[in-house]
């Protein structure tokens, strides 16, 4: 029998509610509209159909004896599962909408269907089950003892009617049989089979496999759910084949005692609990059925739930079985506090990690040549990744670009080459404070390009300048300080200071003060971070750029970052590529930027150092340039944070667009948003951008390998 009366609710109209519902006093009228309509207002996106012109319904649930006045469909559906938004797009949910799902079986599939229905997972739902709910199903049945003696179908239908009036549900209140399984099955996208009658078990997947429907069972036994996709296979044998090729002919005339080994085989007893392994010896001794825990049975809702929601988005979702087993899952705890806790620092010989190298107590007493080795080791790198090989001799220094250490962003090396610049800034500063002039030649071409400082004892013609910074503790000491600053405005006279440091024949600095400069340039880098974190390649890249571990000695250590309280707790959230793969498939991310935005936005002053040529050789004499504004910024009171933009060594709007495959054409507007507020000379290209701020942070030293990696290495 289908739908018996008070089965299920009524879905009237303004215009054709029955009067005596409206005036009979036995019947309690609701109207929700109102606190709908409010909510409605009040979500965050909307609908891009106008949902509040839909007119209400009127949804009765006569064994309640009420009459509740509601949204119209779409805006009761739409509100109902806001909060299922980024778990389940918009399209995913129009889809579930149409989904017709058939259960049989309302003890483990009461749950099922709660489930389903919850998560908005189907249109249609029909319920099959003979049996009426007795109070020994209530350790599993989230029912009451309200509806002992009723219908388990008709139970499960009304509360998913309280639920969701518009989700239709029909009734097969005789379970199913060879009579009436074509009408039960006809027209259903999936079947959820949770009955106890092995026969019907089999009948149900005959059916489905000639009519290609792919069936679920869920078997709160350890979890396991099982996965049969008669659409893709007609073909596939019944169970996986655990028990033959079984057909619903070969069980008629067999009772229960010759069934029960082919369940058996099913279950796979080698694999089930040991307590389920026990029950089947059991039966109709110690026990009259298998026996279920309330927790197993629903867990087994939010697991099938699951299976539909990926069958709902088109995901994979193969024949087969897989087991969720909380009690193994729980064999596996672990301690978060121990396995997070520092590794020993007791040295071993056998200790194959690096040590950071430790600033030498007492730089006076190096030799010329070994000083100039240890201060062009201290030189700043992007990611902290040191891509030189430093190799010296009794009269010289060679700085050699690594191009094993690179990186997307380090598009031809460009910023490997102002790093090595800015080591042999270090070299030359080095020299200076001995009283020793240099001699600066640019060796090598392309990946193989590096720098010669060599020392010349005189003040002979081919002798470089002289650096602007001679003092040696100012450049040894020069750090990074990623902290907010105090917002508080650059003077003219420490801009000009700063633009000077940078003014020779072949780079300048654009020197930043106005806030709306600052507030445009943090609009800029919002973006930029943004993308990314959203590239997988990049965001994999930043985060092998960070590091927390004693011993390595390159990267930039996480302490540095300075990181806010709420990002903190974020941390392994925005580390995890899944997550950013969602936010990327939803368009969103907008918080990824914040930081960086943030940071900008407190600061007193940027500096976009400009070259004259895209040259790499440029990038070298340009990598000295940034170094000497970056000790000048720092002796006149200013924390100094590069903040350069994921699109700056990318020249030309092809290769900006090549750094990301979704965001390339982001790349390009935010490139050309740059050149376009703060114009170039003829030839020009930006070098770096530095964010100079003040602020009381105490800088965390740079990691460093002891005194560069030699050539020869």
Not at 351 to 365: E, H, K, R, W, Y
Request: proline share 7%; charged share 25%; aromatic share 4%.
């Amino acid at each position: 029998m289908q739908n018996p009366d008070g089965a299920v609710a009524t879905i009237y109209t303004d215009d054709t509610v029955p009067a005596d519902l409206l005036s009979d006093p036995t019947i309690s009228v609701l109207d929700i509209t109102e606190s709908s309509a409010a909510a409605f207002a009040g979500l965050l996106q909307r609908s891009l159909r106008n949902l509040s012109d839909e007119p209400p319904r009127y949804a009765h649930f006569p064994w309640r004896k009420t009459l509740v006045r509601i949204p119209g469909p779409d805006t009761y559906r739409r509100l109902r599962l806001d909060r299922n938004r980024h778990k389940m797009t918009s399209s995913d949910l129009d889809r579930a909408a149409s989904l017709r799902i058939g259960i049989v079986g309302l003890s483990v599939g009461h749950s099922i269907a709660l489930t389903l229905a919850l998560e908005g997972l189907v249109g249609e739902l029909r319920l099959a089950d003979f049996d009426a709910l007795e109070l020994t199903n209530l350790n599993r049945v989230p029912s009451s003892v309200i509806d002992v003696d009723t219908n388990k179908a008709v139970i499960a239908a009304r509360r998913i009617a309280e639920i969701d009036p518009y989700v239709q549900t029909i009734c097969f209140t005789d379970g199913i049989s060879t009579e009436n399984i074509d009408e039960f099955i006809g027209g259903l996208d999936l079947v959820i089979e949770e009955c106890d009658s092995f026969d019907v078990k089999v009948l149900v997947r005959d059916r489905c496999r000639e009519l290609g429907i792919p069936v679920l069972m869920e078997t709160s036994d350890g979890g396991t759910l099982d996965v049969e996709r008669f659409d893709l296979d007609p073909q596939r044998p019944l169970f996986h084949g655990l028990a033959g090729d079984l057909r619903a002919a070969d069980l008629v005339g067999l009772d229960r005692a010759a069934t029960t080994p082919l369940a058996v085989k099913v279950l796979e007893p080698a694999k089930v609990t040991a307590a389920m392994a026990a029950s089947a010896l059991e039966l109709g001794q110690t026990v009259t059925a298998w026996p279920q825990l309330g927790g197993d049975v629903l867990l087994g809702g939010a697991t099938v739930a699951a299976a539909v929601r990926r069958f709902v988005q088109g995901r994979p979702l193969p024949s087969g079985r897989v087991r969720f087993d909380r009690d193994a899952w729980l064999d596996g705890l672990t301690d978060p506090i121990a396995a997070t806790q520092p590794p020993s620092t007791d040295p071993t010989p056998t200790d194959p990690t690096p040590t950071i190298a430790a600033d030498p107590p007492d730089v006076d007493s190096m030799s010329g040549p070994e000083l100039l080795r240890y201060a062009a080791s201290r030189a700043p790198s992007a990611g902290n990744q040191q891509p030189w090989q430093i190799d010296a001799d009794d009269q010289s220094v060679t700085i050699a670009l690594d191009p094993t250490r690179t990186s997307i962003l380090d598009v031809d090396h460009r910023a490997s080459a102002l790093a090595v610049g800015a080591a042999a800034y270090n070299a030359r500063v080095a020299a200076a404070s001995r009283g020793l002039s240099t001699r600066t030649q640019v060796v090598g071409a392309g990946d193989r390009l590096g720098v010669r400082v060599a020392l010349d004892g005189d003040d002979s013609p081919s002798a470089d300048d002289a650096p602007a910074v001679t003092d040696l503790s100012a450049v040894l000491d020069r750090h990074t300080r990623r902290g907010p600053g105090d917002g508080s405005p650059m003077s003219g006279d420490d801009a000009e200071r700063v633009a000077a440091a940078a003014d020779t024949d072949r780079t300048r600095a654009i020197v930043l003060t106005d806030r709306a400069d600052i507030e445009r340039y943090a609009a800029i880098a919002a973006r930029s971070d943004r993308i990314r974190f959203l590239t997988p390649e990049l965001h994999r890249e930043m985060f092998a750029e960070l590091t927390d571990r004693p011993g390595d000695p390159t990267g930039i250590d996480v302490e540095s970052l300075a990181l806010p309280p709420a990002m903190q707790g974020m941390f392994d959230v925005i580390a995890r590529p899944d997550v950013m793969a969602l936010l990327d498939e939803w368009d969103a991310g907008e918080a990824l930027g914040a930081d960086a935005a943030a940071r900008v936005m407190s600061s007193s002053a940027l500096v976009i150092v400009v070259q004259d040529s895209d040259d790499l050789a440029a990038y070298v004499n340009a990598g000295q340039i940034t170094q000497q504004v970056w000790v000048t910024a720092e002796s006149l009171g200013f924390a100094v944070h590069p903040v350069t933009p994921t699109f700056l060594y990318a020249t030309d709007d092809a290769t900006a667009r090549g750094l990301s495959a979704r965001h390339g054409d982001e790349l390009v507007e935010l490139r050309r948003s740059m050149l376009t507020a703060w114009p170039l000379h003829e030839g020009e290209v930006p070098t770096m951008v530095l964010r100079l701020s003040r602020t009381d942070e105490t800088p965390v030293p740079s990691r460093r390998e002891p005194a560069g990696r030699p050539a020869s290495c």
